[in-house]
């Protein structure tokens, strides 16, 4: 296995996420990806539309990197998470609204403590319908839900998705008391 222990593909879908045929996927970024898997199977797992997660790389240049490269900040990747769903139980609409307030799209490459481009938030859309809700509902929740504060999140074509070593896999599900970023968690009320 490579260096970094991630698959090796070219492909923009994780080689190991559970993607039946009438399945759709999303990849976004929004911080330390532990705490996005959380909060996304919390929300969306048990039967709500979530079929399969997986945290890893995208954004970036270098081929397979590793968790400490990406760290480094000098590959350009940033901490993403893939989601494999079902879009007859969640539309993608509702999966990209979720992510803007589940997370702080206000902050320029960090959430809370976490400071570095790898923390970014971002939307990696994997077709043009998708590039076109994302923006909708960008704009959507930047009038009605952080009027005042400019969303800085970036809305890009989804590239290579390098999947991350296998501990940082549900590793809040296997380390309950394990470090989460404090931004990762669902508002209920706009910016004020």
């Not at 999966?95 to 923390?119: A, C, E, K, W």
């Not at 859309?125 to 400019?150: C, D, M, N």
Request: hydrophobic residues 30%.
């Amino acid at each position: 296995m490579p260096v970094g222990g991630g698959a090796v593909h070219t492909s923009p879908v994780s080689p190991t996420i559970k993607h039946p045929g009438t399945a759709e996927i999303m990849t976004v970024a929004a911080g330390c990806f532990w705490g996005v898997e959380h909060i996304y199977r919390k929300h969306f797992g048990n039967g709500k539309g979530l079929i399969d997660a997986k945290v890893g790389y995208c954004g970036g240049s270098r081929v397979n990197p590793s968790y400490r490269e990406v760290c480094s900040s000098e590959t350009g990747h940033a901490e993403a998470l893939q989601i494999s769903f079902d879009p007859t139980v969640v539309s993608y609409d509702t999966l990209i609204d979720f992510f803007f307030r589940m997370h702080d799209p206000t902050q320029s490459n960090r959430q809370g403590p976490d400071v570095g481009s790898q923390y970014r938030t971002a939307i990696f859309f994997h077709t043009p319908e998708q590039e076109q809700i994302a923006k909708t509902v960008k704009e959507r929740l930047q009038k009605s839900f952080y009027p005042g504060h400019p969303i800085v999140t970036e809305i890009v074509p989804m590239g290579t998705f390098w999947d991350a070593e296998t501990y940082h896999q549900l590793y809040l599900h296997n380390n309950p008391s394990g470090y989460e970023c404090p931004t990762h968690f669902l508002r209920t009320t706009p910016m004020a």
